[in-house]
């Protein structure tokens, strides 16, 4: 991939040369196929939908919103405000931290903040405010637990990001499951609770139009997606995960670069009167979750931030696409503000205040559903984001 990052553009708009076919890695070769994994989530929510009725007879005086089916997070109205519920899976990343841990630190206190991460940042994109998170954290023996350094630094990041996020920690369960989680591996995920008040708040894209801005939040490297192709690229290099990069650090350090933390950037942007129309939290698909809201519309990007250097490292020694890098991984954006036209530059602001850089990249307009990123030449299709039913 180009150097032409330097300047805050572009990244990955110049395809890599032809390579043979062995040499070539794609996601679904690592073991990650979504047209396999996704039919189940549609699955699911066409079964959960119906229990929504449950709430009416339940006595409590709450009804769901039916619109936040498909969405990040679930909200249920509750009469003077709504409650949005998460639960997130961290993935394969921590494989990468126990990989390395011979380097003299165990990386479980950013493990902690991406498992936290994952929850958190998909919360937010309803507009709620989190209120407490819950841990799972499942060992595959006990033998897990023996290593004291690296439990204490994964309760140390637990309570360092909820603090961050000025959130309570409410407790959690972690069970030893020998037999289904690998003997010593560790399970983690998170689930977490907000309050979405006052009601104005609630941001599920209806007001959505064309015209809208775009705005990009950076990310800080891969986050804890498409950990399974990074891990599967390890076993290709001549020195696995202690392999240098061009820019000196070891590409197993620099995955473990932890996630951002986005909910700061969302409540200045609340505080602010920012118009909020649509909130993306861009993980698994890449930048096809630009897309997610379920109208028809073009997303037309006309920049794109810098890509970091691990994820620029992995598409070079992966061999792939532009197409299918931006349509597996963040590449460099980690999170998306849909805003009213005149409120992009005020969103900047916003982000950038709480330590985020952002760009105002592109536009919503009429037409089919599709992302078109300009500077990389790729079109991402509607139908190859089969999330809602």
Known sequence: MADEQQDGKGGAGEQPGAAPAEDRLTYEESGVDYDRIDPLKVLAQRAARSTGANLD????????????RGESAYVVDIGDAYLASITECLGTKALVADAIRESGRTWYDHIAQDT???AVNDLVTVGARPLSIHAYWAAGS???FDDVERMNDLVEGWKAACDVLGVAWGGGETPCLTGVVEKGAIDLAASCVGIIRPKSRLTLGEDLAAGDAIVLLESSGIHANGLTLARKLAERLPEGYATAMPGGRTYGEALLDPTVLYPPVTEAAFEAGIGLRYIANITGHGWRKLMRHPGRFTYRMTDVPPVPEVLRF??????????????SLNMGAGFALFVRPEDGDAAVACAEAQ?????????????????????AGVTLSGESLALRD
């Open 142 to 144: 006990s033998d897990w």
């Open 355 to 375: 330590g985020v850089r952002a760009w105002v990249a592109g536009v919503v307009e009429d037409g089919p559903r599709q992302v078109v990123i300009e500077p």
């Open 314 to 327: 992995m598409v070079d020694e992966t061999r792939q696409t532009a197409e299918e890098a931006y349509g």
């Open 116 to 118: 936290i991460a994952t």
């Open 57 to 68: 007879g339940a006595g409590a005086g709450a009804r769901e919103v039916p619109a936040s």
